[in-house]
């Protein structure tokens, strides 16, 4: 038993000193700076909870971090998980050439986090751009999303949304999982495409919704590359495009005050960490597993 123990833990020796010397000794140095005031240059002064105290009481920025972040969440997360289930259940459909049709609607989830495809975005709603061109075709005028406040983060959460090929081939793989008999019973009993979609579809798919509900509520407290790239870095208009991480960025490599940007990443860790025991707990009335007795 021991000789089979010993065998095993040096099979897992790699991941085990891989694991503690990038995850857990990161996370355990991060959570020290963020007691300390530390500017990448001198040695790290000790200041306790000062920087979380600054961050909750003094910061009018991080605030407007936060709520601009938590907009973007609520509108980017459902917007994206809805579109890919709706095209998912468009591929879910026998047809010639699906393969092509699945890797065209998830390449662009492949170019998501490039710094290219976000310069593209820009000029694309930037003024004078193609989306303001078209819209002001047809009669709307908007001067261009990314240099208006009340639309530049609309900019960010169409990006979001439109790479949702990853939940989609997440929730085509789930769709493929449920029993064909199940939708003939319905069929048989009179139920139309919608009150299948309903009774049979979304309660069977339940536990991928759930899923990929928790996977890009994660994602989108985690998105970066976007509003950098859109807003050249500095969150703006008037801090319409701050999320919390350009935030983050901005505090650590801009101010070169690392203690207070590992304060607001350990903050971001309890929150993100709190959402997603929300988000479980919420769920549990809500998501069906075949074969459990409801």
């Given at each position: 038993?021991?000789?089979?123990?010993?065998?095993?833990?040096?099979?897992?020796?790699?991941?085990?000193?891989?694991?503690?010397?990038?995850?857990?000794?990161?996370?355990?140095?991060?959570?020290?700076?963020?007691?300390?005031?530390?500017?990448?240059?001198?040695?790290?002064?000790?200041?306790?909870?000062?920087?979380?105290?600054?961050?909750?009481?003094?910061?009018?920025?991080?605030?407007?971090?936060?709520?601009?972040?938590?907009?973007y969440v609520l509108f980017s997360v459902p917007l994206k998980l809805v579109l890919a289930l709706a095209v998912a259940l468009l591929l879910n459909r026998p047809r010639r050439g699906g393969g092509l049709y699945r890797s065209a609607f998830y390449a662009p989830s492949l170019l998501g986090a490039s710094v290219s495809l976000a310069l593209v975005w820009r000029a694309m709603f930037a003024s004078g751009g193609t989306v303001d061109r078209v819209l002001a075709a047809v009669g709307i005028t908007t001067g261009g999303w990314v240099d208006q406040p009340q639309y530049a983060l609309l900019a960010l959460v169409a990006l979001a949304a439109w790479q949702f090929g990853a939940p989609m081939v997440i929730f085509l793989a789930g769709l493929k999982q449920i029993p064909r008999e199940l939708y003939e019973a319905a069929a048989i009993d009179g139920a139309g495409p919608l009150r299948r979609l309903v009774s049979v579809t979304l309660p069977m798919l339940s536990p991928v919704i759930l899923f990929n509900l928790v996977l890009e509520t994660i994602h989108a407290f985690q998105a970066f590359t976007g509003a950098f790239v859109v807003s050249s870095g500095r969150g703006g208009p008037s801090d319409s495009t701050l999320l919390y991480t350009l935030y983050l960025y901005q505090r650590g490599f801009t101010d070169f005050r690392m203690g207070y940007a590992s304060a607001m990443a350990w903050v971001l860790l309890v929150v993100v960490a709190g959402v997603t025991l929300l988000l479980f707990r919420g769920a549990r009335g809500l998501v069906f597993y075949a074969g459990e007795d409801r």
């Open positions: 038993m021991r000789r089979t123990q010993g065998a095993a833990y040096l099979f897992l020796s790699p991941w085990i000193i891989g694991a503690t010397l990038l995850t857990v000794g990161p996370m355990l140095a991060s959570l020290y700076l963020s007691l300390t005031d530390y500017d990448l240059f001198d040695p790290p002064k000790w200041l306790g909870l000062d920087n979380y105290r600054v961050m909750f009481t003094e910061d009018d920025r991080f605030w407007a971090a936060v709520g601009t972040t938590a907009r």
